[in-house]
């Protein structure tokens, strides 16, 4: 399994950083389908993951995933159907679950939930499976910041940084993966691309580049109450500043609502986060529309600026980023954890029989396509439909009435939000 010869110098077959769910789900995967050591190193712990109360989406696809594991969370909130609109034009997209046989086309749940769900089936794993709990070392309060591959016969990578009050804290492994927050760059390129054009990839001196785009926009997310929920149906709906979506979310120890995620221009998003609650509801309202009357209250507004960066190579040698390390996306649609969730299966499945470089080179070609397609569709939507020319907008508009009509283009579309390139 691992040169004897490195066994009293080496933590881990893999090292992993980042304990969030790409993470997770991926040590748990290692430990219920490898014989390999793992180490899960993280910034924070599993009780402050456990307190965060954000709201995300899950495919039907990402059920399929974690229940494999063990992790499907306890509390969630099915999405059954979707309509997709622009405000204001005519032309719209339904999406129901029972046409795909399925029990819902989504689910959304709280963060924390998820976390705990996963560390939960960690542990399970570890106490259940042959060496399970001498084979997984967990380190908590531990930053990393250098992972430096050596160009010994043993084939190391080392991972440095430190742990609680500044103690030094270094790793040893014959793979480490990148799957924290924060876009992985090969470590030769980290000091070039600078001060490029935002929405160009940056040159790269080996590995490939790092595409980058400004969308101009910044989401603002909330949990808000409406008067007239619709209990099932999420919406997402165009407008001439950006998505505006509203999903389905009960709060835990709280009253059925929405989780909001509305995207404008700064300036504009900045102005709405200092508006006393009614007149933030008041312009939600106006950019919404009365499907679901009046929206009565909102929980604390929280907001962070979107863009597109994605590494076009996610290997390099015996490191791999997966996650939000490898591309973070726009938000609409909500496909990007579900993405990163994919990106740790495929690369659980070819880290099952073989801890090498070349396993990752494997895993980066299986998940070329599906990268590429969700990235590819996530850019194309915010652009195409912040186009404001009255003409562009008529377009818009006729393609979802010829969306809504032709199935199969439909049916591509629904198994893409639920699936990806999933294979």
Known sequence: MRPAATDDIMDADIAIVGAGPVGLSLACLLL?????????????????????????????????????????????????HIHVSQRGRFGHVRLHHDDYAVPALGY????????????????????SVPDGGARLLRAYDTHIGHTGQHDDPAGLVRLSGHAHEQQPA??????????EGGLFQPQADKDQGKDKDKNKAAPRTR?????????????????VIC????????????????????????????????????????????????????AFLAELE???????????????RHAFPLGLNAAQVTVDGRVVAVGNAAQTLHPVAGQGLNLGLRDAFALGAALRAECSP????????????????????????????GVSYPLAAHARGASLAALACLGPLKDALARQMMYGMRR
């Open 32 to 80: 219920r389908t490898s014989p390999w050591r793992v180490a899960l190193i993280d910034a924070a712990t599993p009780a402050r993951a456990a307190r965060d109360p954000r709201a995300i989406a899950l495919s039907h696809g990402s059920r399929q995933l974690l229940e494999q594991i063990g992790a499907w969370p306890r509390a969630v909130t099915p999405i059954e």
């Open 108 to 127: 959304v749940v709280r963060y924390g939930e998820l976390c705990g769900a996963l560390e939960r089936a960690l542990a399970a794993a570890a106490q």
């Open 170 to 179: 270094v790793f040893t492994a014959r793979l480490a993966v990148q799957a």
């Open 207 to 223: 590995g490939g580049p790092v595409f980058r785009r400004d969308y101009g926009q910044t989401a603002i997310i909330a949990h």
């Open 227 to 278: 008067s007239r929920p619709q209990p099932g149906w999420a919406w997402e709906r165009f407008t001439e500043e950006g998505p505006l979506a509203l999903l389905p979310y009960e709060e835990q120890h709280g009253e059925p609502g929405y989780a909001l995620v509305w995207c404008c221009p700064p300036e504009q998003a900045a102005r709405r986060l200092a508006l006393p609650d009614a």
């Open 286 to 300: 106006q950019a919404f529309g009365a499907r679901m009357g009046r929206f009565t209250a909102i929980g604390k």
């Open 358 to 385: 070349q396993a990752l080179q494997a895993f980066a070609g299986r998940q070329r396509l599906d990268r590429a397609v969700t990235i590819g569709v996530t850019d194309m939507l915010p652009r195409l439909f």
